[in-house]
């Protein structure tokens, strides 16, 4: 059985056994995972928590579902999935085992729900729209999206191969119909962008987590510029991403305040949560900031 085939067929199954798990934060998951446990895994434990399992406590058609897709690693535990699955709404989205330490990592956790009830509130409801997820990761805000609005041409874009291929597989299953591209520019004349760019200082510098200068919030600049690129006349982009607050004030805000105003776009911005990520306040690179928030902003390119 070839991979993809194996993979849509695991996520299948699980969804007939009515499988269901909400991603939580690392810190969380750690929390989680020190406690002490004597029971026989669940699927929940093998494909939501990460948790080792042996080949005969599993389902033999899981087990098999799984070799199949090549997702099965041994470790001095037992043997552990090299994917996570995790709900959102009806759908079930694949996207990387914990601990999200490699470098090419596809992340799915709390900001991602916070994304999806973003766009939910904000996607321009038009009967036919171009759409970019730049970063799109696991592909969730572009299938997110497509539900809202099911005429929409969607397109996910990501430079990390391995997000790649998971969006890729996490489309088939929803049965939507996207395009995908690898590389880190958006295509031209979209009428809607969404985006969830990386906003943490993270040391190890992982792709899905590293916003780099500007307390992290160098490559939402970076995005935004690229969007008022390529946005039809009118067209919005929607920006959800962490920022640092410094003083009270946020200096990504701030930046994108500037570049708005000089490409005679609009900007606004709402606080989705005040303080998120809290214990990076203890790392030197946050030693100036008081707290992170998570914010949903919307610009809109000139007409």
Request: charged share 25%; hydrophobic share 40%.
């Given at each position: 059985?070839?991979?993809?085939?194996?993979?849509?067929?695991?996520?299948?199954?699980?969804?007939?056994?009515?499988?269901?798990?909400?991603?939580?934060?690392?810190?969380?998951?750690?929390?989680?995972?020190?406690?002490?446990?004597?029971?026989?895994?669940?699927?929940?434990?093998?494909?939501?928590?990460?948790?080792?399992?042996?080949?005969?406590?599993?389902?033999?058609?899981?087990?098999?579902?799984?070799?199949?897709?090549?997702?099965?690693?041994?470790a001095p535990d037992g043997l552990r999935s090299a994917l996570r699955v995790s709900s959102l709404g009806e759908d079930l989205f694949y996207h990387s085992?914990?601990?999200?330490?490699?470098?090419?990592?596809?992340?799915?956790?709390?900001?991602?729900?916070?994304?999806?009830?973003?766009?939910?509130?904000?996607?321009?409801?038009?009967?036919?729209?171009?759409?970019?997820?730049?970063?799109?990761?696991?592909?969730?805000?572009?299938?997110?999206?497509?539900?809202?609005?099911?005429?929409?041409?969607?397109?996910?874009?990501?430079?990390?191969?391995?997000?790649?291929?998971?969006?890729?597989?996490?489309?088939?299953?929803?049965?939507?119909?996207?395009?995908?591209?690898?590389?880190?520019?958006?295509?031209?004349?979209?009428?809607?962008?969404?985006a969830n760019p990386p906003y943490m200082v993270d040391e190890s510098k992982r792709a899905y987590r590293h916003g780099g200068d500007l307390f992290g919030g160098e490559v939402a600049l970076e995005w935004t510029r690229d969007a008022l690129a390529k946005l039809t006349s009118g067209g919005t982009l929607l920006l959800y991403t962490g920022t640092a607050i410094v003083d009270g004030a946020s200096p990504l805000l701030s930046e994108l305040a500037q570049v708005c105003r000089r490409a005679g776009a609009s900007i606004t911005c709402e606080e989705i949560d005040p303080d998120v990520f809290g214990e990076e306040l203890d790392k030197p690179a946050y030693a100036a900031v008081e707290r992170i928030a998570a914010a949903g902003i919307v610009i809109r390119a000139p007409l």
């Open positions: 059985m070839q991979r993809d085939e194996a993979l849509l067929e695991l996520r299948s199954h699980l969804k007939d056994l009515d499988y269901r798990f909400t991603a939580v934060s690392p810190a969380t998951h750690a929390r989680v995972l020190d406690r002490e446990t004597h029971a026989s895994p669940t699927l929940r434990d093998v494909f939501g928590w990460s948790r080792p399992f042996r080949e005969h406590q599993l389902e033999p058609r899981v087990l098999e579902l799984m070799q199949g897709a090549g997702i099965v690693r041994q085992a914990y601990p999200t330490d490699d470098e090419d990592a596809v992340f799915f956790g709390p900001d991602t729900y916070r994304f999806a009830r973003f766009i939910e509130l904000h996607l321009p409801r038009h009967s036919s729209i171009a759409l970019a997820d730049m970063g799109a990761g696991s592909g969730v805000g572009g299938i997110w999206a497509g539900r809202l609005v099911p005429s929409a041409a969607i397109t996910l874009v990501d430079s990390n191969p391995a997000a790649y291929e998971l969006a890729r597989i996490n489309a088939r299953a929803s049965g939507r119909a996207v395009k995908l591209l690898l590389g880190d520019s958006l295509p031209h004349a979209q009428d809607v962008v969404i």
